[in-house]
């Protein structure tokens, strides 16, 4: 039995943004939005300065250049924090002159209860980190356990361990890498192993760390000239963030609508991934790229504040300022089977369902979930154990806790970015949200005058008319239909075209280069 998952990720560029969808098996899994000179991105690296302390909320605030200060916590300091301050000052004030750590002394940690203000002061210079971006009137969050990721290792300046990703299974490989990468990692600088380096060879890995301790240098060099706050090293973009952290061999297929975008993406994949350059495709067809793989559509289905499922069961999901909250509804779903056994059903096809809504439109924070209520405890056992397998894809850092004697299920998501809400309902074209139509009896006298004024201001013109598919049928109908009357009026045979997606009420004209005439 082939259980392979067909991978595709089709980019849609517009110039002002870059919308990002992952399809597997040409579902849509996953959604991302990107901004066109978003200047604050998860993982960029700046020399902050303190504007103040915090002891009541144990925070600093901290100047990288956004409106809004950023926000720095005790506990995103890290206990090499003494490391970092002693490193940053030592390289504004040019008393290090080099930006390898082989003779950096490393201070002792700093105390895990202690207070932001016996290790930070004002007009500090600190190294910081992109945690959060900024959300709603929020600015930036910050961490000074500074990593930088690379396709199969990340590196983490002042730390000299090394850990090997609990995804690799085999405790042969975990040996094999863990010995490999301390073989040849620089001192002082602490290496984590990725997914991505299983079964790669020690000239691979090599490489990988050589060009991070490249940008470690860069961050050096422009750390030794700065003299306020500054970007120091900016995270790749959101596309080549996501072929370098989940390209693998199940991706069949990328695609991409524009040929900057799809130049830049080679070059990239000819750094990290030569052999997949192959699958990368431009995308030249008349149609927009995500009407052609679907995606509008499922995008159009998947937001909102109900989703109905396969079945017929449905999820509603709502959201307050402090959680998000799924309640799961059976609807029509199996009647005929027995109550315990329509509900675990419809539970276990939710799972799936749920873990893909919370990717797709990237919900953080808490997240209760309310099942259908269950008797049998091993059924219960089940649902909980579908949830975490349906969550084991998902690259953001969860917490999945047992369902309660209510059959509530509680889930933890870490939130680095603002959730993607796209609202999917649409001002009716017929009322203009007024909530009032004209009456449809008199579509066909309002589309004859249209007709006129269109005749008479293209006269040599084809011209074809597209309506509801029931407006053209009554347009067409009979003998002598209403078509063949305009044609005896205007001495020209109008094309009437059928499309689904308009309103009742709605009705458009186009000219033989396909053209829409308007009439306003």
């Not at 001192?187 to 990725?194: A, E, H, L, S, T």
């Not at 940008?215 to 959101?238: G, N, S, T, V, Y």
């Not at 995500?290 to 069961?313: C, E, L, P, V």
């Not at 209520?373 to 999945?400: F, G, Y």
Request: glycine residues 4%; charged residues 30%.
């Amino acid at each position: 039995m082939n259980n392979r998952v067909d991978k595709e990720l089709i980019i849609n560029s517009t110039g002002a943004s870059v919308d990002i969808a992952i399809l597997e098996d040409r579902k849509l899994v996953e959604l991302h939005q990107e901004q066109v000179g978003n200047d604050f991105n998860v993982g960029d690296i700046y020399l902050g300065i303190i504007k103040k302390t915090m002891p009541g909320l144990n925070a600093a605030f901290v100047e990288i250049g956004h409106p809004k200060d950023a926000f720095l916590h005790y506990t995103d300091c890290g206990p090499k924090l003494s490391s970092i301050t002693k490193y940053t000052t030592g390289v504004t004030r040019n008393k290090i002159s080099t930006s390898k750590l082989d003779s950096f002394r490393i201070p002792q940690d700093i105390d895990k209860r202690g207070s932001i203000d016996q290790v930070l002061k004002k007009d500090d210079p600190i190294l910081v980190q992109v945690l959060k971006e900024p959300i709603s009137t929020k600015g930036p969050r910050l961490s000074c356990e500074l990593t930088i990721p690379g396709r199969y290792v990340v590196i983490s300046p002042f730390k000299n361990m090394v850990a090997v990703s609990k995804k690799i299974s085999s405790e042969e490989e975990r040996t094999r890498l863990k010995n490999l990468v301390e073989s040849i990692k620089p001192k002082n600088f602490g290496v984590i192993v990725r997914t991505a380096a299983e079964g790669k060879k020690v000239a691979d890995i090599h490489e990988d760390i050589l060009s991070l301790t490249n940008k470690w240098e860069q961050i050096f060099h422009k750390l030794k000239k700065a003299r306020r706050h500054r970007l120091l090293l900016k995270e790749l973009d959101k596309t080549e963030t996501i072929l370098r952290d989940i390209l693998n061999e199940s991706f069949n297929n990328i695609v991409v609508n524009d040929k900057k975008t799809f130049n830049s993406l080679k070059d990239y994949l000819g750094t990290i991934a030569k052999d997949r350059i192959k699958i990368l495709n431009p995308y030249n067809g008349k149609r927009p790229v995500f009407d052609h793989f679907g995606i509008t559509r499922q995008i159009k289905a998947s937001f909102g504040k109900s989703y109905t499922m396969k079945s017929g069961a449905y999820l509603i999901i709502e959201h307050t300022e402090a959680m998000h909250v799924i309640d799961v509804n059976s609807g029509p779903k199996m009647k005929s089977m027995d109550q315990e056994s329509a509900s675990l059903a419809v539970n276990l096809e939710a799972a799936e369902e749920i873990a893909r809504q919370l990717k797709l439109r990237d919900l953080g924070g808490i997240i209760i979930i309310d099942f259908i209520d269950m008797r049998i405890p091993e059924n219960k056992s089940k649902l909980v154990k579908a949830v975490r397998r349906a969550m084991s894809s998902d690259r953001a850092q969860h917490t999945i806790l047992p369902l309660t004697k209510f059959g509530l299920m509680q889930i933890t998501r870490q939130r680095t970015r603002p959730e993607i809400n796209i609202k999917t309902a649409e001002v009716c074209p017929s009322c203009n949200g007024t909530g009032t139509v004209a009456p449809s009896l008199l579509i066909t006298d309002d589309i004859a005058r249209s007709l006129s004024l269109v005749h008479n201001s293209h006269p040599k013109s084809k011209i074809s008319l597209h309506v509801h598919p029931y407006v053209k049928s009554h347009l067409t109908k009979g003998f002598p239909s209403q078509r063949m009357k305009w044609y005896l009026q205007f001495n020209k045979w109008i094309n009437i075209k059928a499309d689904a997606n308009f309103a009742l009420n709605m009705y458009k004209f186009y000219d033989h280069k396909n053209d829409e005439i308007r009439l306003d």
